[in-house]
Nanobody, 122 residues
Framework: QVQLVESGGGLVQPGGSLRLSCAAS????????MAWYRQAPGNQRELVAR????????YPDSAKGRFTISRNNANKNTVYLQMISLKPDDTAVYYC???????????????WGQGTQVTVSS
């Protein structure tokens, strides 16, 4: 019913930049919030950026000043994660997450993308 498709991951040198994209599609009535999480090997999945339907953003300290989440104004079902000054510690699989209400549902459910690998290495 709903798909979240991420793209934009890859290999980047320390200090470099990447922009990830996440497109939500399917029987979508509305989206409450979209977010980016990441998970490195051996670590728990952690939130790196969140964007609410009203436009509010939030970031953990590890991402503040370096990561920016934004929405495509022409297609509000697409969000981006702009990452600058990347460090080797940012290496992880990055997942898109969204709270979505679909046709026939009265509740917002959480959906996840398949993940995109970001590797920061020289």
């Amino acid at each position: 019913q709903v798909q979240l498709v991420e793209s934009g991951g890859g290999l980047v040198q320390p200090g470099g930049s990447l922009r990830l994209s996440c497109a939500a599609s399917g029987s979508i009535v509305s989206i409450d919030a979209m977010a980016w999480y990441r998970q490195a090997p051996g670590n728990q999945r952690e939130l790196v950026a969140r964007l609410t339907s009203s436009g509010s953003t939030s970031y953990p300290d590890s991402a503040k000043g370096r990561f920016t989440i934004s929405r495509n104004n022409a297609n509000k079902n697409t969000v981006y994660l702009q990452m600058i000054s990347l460090k080797p510690d940012d290496t992880a699989v990055y997942y898109c997450n969204a709270a979505i209400k679909t046709y026939g549902s009265s509740d917002y459910l959480t959906y996840w993308g398949q993940g995109t690998q970001v590797t920061v290495s020289s």
